[in-house]
């Protein structure tokens, strides 16, 4: 069990926490996210989730949809929520850690996640926005990691949702609902969610170029703690790669 796996930046305990104190907050976050999976229809019928965490952000209906769930997820702490949470759901439980290996990313581990979990659907659950805070070597190992998700995406189907940027303001967004934003830049998608703009600084998690090819996205804002907000980004495949 690592430390690391049980407090991090984005998940653990600090996570459990924030989802257990602001249900209230989050709950447009969570309508946003059942919207937009509503239209995800893949027709494999096991589900692996990439980082799922309790499953939050995951209704049953959703769950439902599939005959198994495979969560994997490397905080320990997780898998008791994450049945507490949906007590209705036969799942099964992995802490292996496909995206990364040694504090890097790890290129084989998609080709082995799909060794591992054949005739499967796989939905990235918030992770992919993630590596950037969880990978110090991230920008240097990207290349080689974009293209062995861009092979596991060609080969599997799959779905995602991601934080694209994140924000610290006190100024309240004046659109929480989702949008598309296909081809929009972060200022222009930022735009759609505080039409004025903002003057503090955006951060990027470097997930545009990943999904660059995709026309469907949609966005919404996510008020995680009181001044702390993500704009997450949902992907579905092409319709070619369904």
Not at 114 to 129: E, T, V
Not at 227 to 239: A, I, Q
Request: charged fraction near 20%.
């Amino acid at each position: 069990m690592k430390l690391n796996s049980i407090v991090n930046a984005s998940g653990g305990l600090i996570y459990h926490w924030r989802a257990l104190h602001r249900r209230r907050m989050w709950s447009s976050h969570l309508e946003n996210t059942r919207r937009w999976l509503s239209a995800w229809t893949p027709h494999e019928k096991q589900l692996v989730l990439i980082g799922p965490s309790a499953g939050y952000s995951l209704s049953e209906e959703f769950l439902h949809r599939f005959h198994h769930i495979v969560a994997i997820d490397p905080d320990p702490t997780a898998k008791l929520l994450f049945r507490l949470r949906h007590p209705n759901v036969n799942f099964s439980w992995s802490q292996e850690d496909f995206l990364t290996k040694n504090g890097r990313l790890w290129s084989e581990g998609l080709y082995f996640l799909l060794d591992c979990y054949p005739n499967s659907s796989f939905l990235f659950c918030n992770i992919i926005g993630q590596l950037p805070l969880l990978v110090s070597t991230f920008e240097k190992d990207l290349t080689k990691w974009a293209f062995a998700f861009q092979t596991f995406r060609k080969s599997a189907q799959w779905a995602s949702y991601h934080d694209s940027w994140s924000v610290q303001t006190k100024v309240p967004p004046e659109n929480r609902d989702f949008i598309q934003t296909t081809h929009l830049s972060i200022e222009d998608s930022l735009k759609k969610f505080w039409t004025k703009g903002l003057k503090e600084h955006v951060v990027d998690h470097l997930t545009q170029n990943l999904f660059a090819e995709y026309e469907s996205k949609t966005s919404w804002i996510w008020q995680i703690g009181g001044n702390d907000y993500r704009c997450v980004e949902g992907v579905l495949p092409s319709k070619q790669d369904i």
